[in-house]
């Protein structure tokens, strides 16, 4: 059974960094894709960043130039590096990862969330 597990996050001030882990167990899956997501409060999940195997990332506007993905395809990780922080980056993260079946089809895999907190 595939497990995600975020780690990572926390209270800290406008303008400070946090570094976000989402580590995924009980897998020899090859996943094509991990994500982050935030959610905050009263709000939809909403897409921050995506890489791929061959390392090819996209990000939010909102985010872009501040966040940074990163995943390690042989412990199965993925990390969002935050910095610049802003109030309104407050939000649950959530991580996400899809592999594709033999017949092509996407299977997603999603962690617990990890609470993020920008205030002064």
């Known amino acids: 059974q595939v497990q995600l597990v975020e780690s990572g996050g926390g209270l800290v001030q406008p303008g400070g960094s946090l570094r976000l882990s989402c580590a995924a167990s009980?897998?020899?899956?090859?996943?094509?894709?991990m994500c982050w997501y935030l959610q905050a409060p009263g709000k939809q999940r909403e897409l921050v960043a995506t890489?791929?195997?061959?390392?090819?990332?996209n990000y939010a506007a909102s985010v872009k130039g501040r966040f940074t993905i990163s995943r390690d395809n042989a412990k199965n990780t993925v990390d969002l590096q935050m910095n610049s922080l802003k109030p309104e980056d407050t939000a649950d993260y959530y991580c996400?990862?899809?592999?594709?079946?033999?017949?092509?089809?996407?299977?997603?895999?999603w962690g617990q969330g990890t609470q993020v907190t920008v205030s002064s």
């Open positions: 996400k990862a899809t592999r594709l079946t033999s017949g092509g089809t996407p299977v997603a895999y």
């Open positions: 009980g897998s020899a899956f090859r996943f094509n894709v």
């Open positions: 890489i791929t195997t061959a390392g090819s990332t």
